[in-house]
């Protein structure tokens, strides 16, 4: 990337490029989308009828995973994350193709999976060209800098920022809108959130969230491919950012996810009497 990009993404929050892979790459991965073991990790009711996120897609078949590591995706994300990465999950994103279906709540990717550091990004690439139209992501410009914002209703974690201020004026809201074959990034405390699909066909897009190895999860789910190196190696370091963190209590026997395993299987017994 050339410094003016990652100048704007340290700005921005975001930045989209088109042409990052190729027409013969996007049916590649538009035909393992329909193998199987992908289809099975959704019904047809969801599909019909919500944006499903199929999680953990590195694990179950070799395109995606040679895509997480593509050198044209890899190349993009190392003068913003550093030398040494891993893959914190990746997802097949896809929107239905109901009409005005698969909208989904404003949020930070942060605030779900959170790290000691904030050197986490993700990388949406597009199978369709994404528009207005097919429910395009949304972000708000800057919004990175705002910090870590309330995802919390009544002492829970919801997947909604429960103060809509923030995306309306003053603030810019973009369209991001790459081409299939192209990519959008964004920090994972940008803004960001996407409407109904309107146009009656499906928008879809594989999602690969990256983290720099010195990054350590706190909280969520830790999938079959989190931690997988991406370029570098593992440092056996971790950077930690001064200030609290709020962890996301989803509720259930492990409130907080798979990676919060601090507590021993009598204490955690224990504790819920």
Avoid at 122 to 132: E, R
Avoid at 134 to 146: A, E, L, Q, T
Avoid at 222 to 229: N, P, Q, S
Wanted: proline letters at 6%; hydrophobic letters at 35%.
């Amino acid at each position: 990337m050339s410094e003016q990009e990652v100048e704007r993404y340290w700005e921005d929050g975001f930045l989209v490029f088109d042409n990052v892979i190729t027409d013969e790459e996007v049916e590649e991965l538009r035909a393992a989308c329909e193998q199987p073991q992908i289809v099975a990790m959704r019904t047809q009711k969801e599909y019909e009828s919500r944006t499903v996120h199929a999680l953990g897609i590195t694990s179950r078949h070799p395109a995606f995973l040679r895509l997480a590591k593509h050198p044209a995706i890899v190349a993009k994300i190392r003068p913003l994350l550093g030398p040494h990465i891993q893959l914190q999950h990746s997802k097949l994103a896809t929107k239905p193709p109901t009409k005005g279906v698969g909208a989904f709540p404003w949020h930070q990717d942060y605030a779900f999976y959170p790290h000691t550091n904030t050197d986490l990004l993700s990388v949406m690439v597009m199978l369709d060209d994404a528009t207005p139209e097919n429910g395009c992501m949304k972000m708000v410009r800057g919004s990175h800098k705002f910090g870590v914002l309330n995802h919390e209703r009544d002492g829970r974690f919801v997947s909604e920022c429960q103060d809509n201020s923030y995306w309306h004026d003053p603030y810019e809201v973009v369209d991001i809108t790459p081409k299939a074959g192209g990519i959008s990034i964004h920090h994972a405390l940008t803004l960001h959130g996407s409407d109904a699909n309107i146009s009656g066909r499906p928008r879809r897009g594989l999602v690969f969230s990256y983290r720099a190895g010195d990054a350590h999860q706190l909280a969520d789910t830790i999938f079959d491919d989190t931690g997988l190196l991406i370029c570098g190696s593992r440092l056996g370091a971790v950077r930690c950012d001064v200030g609290l963190v709020q962890l996301p209590n989803r509720g259930g026997p492990i409130p907080y996810g798979t990676s919060w395993n601090q507590v021993g299987s009598f204490a955690a017994e224990e504790n819920r009497r």
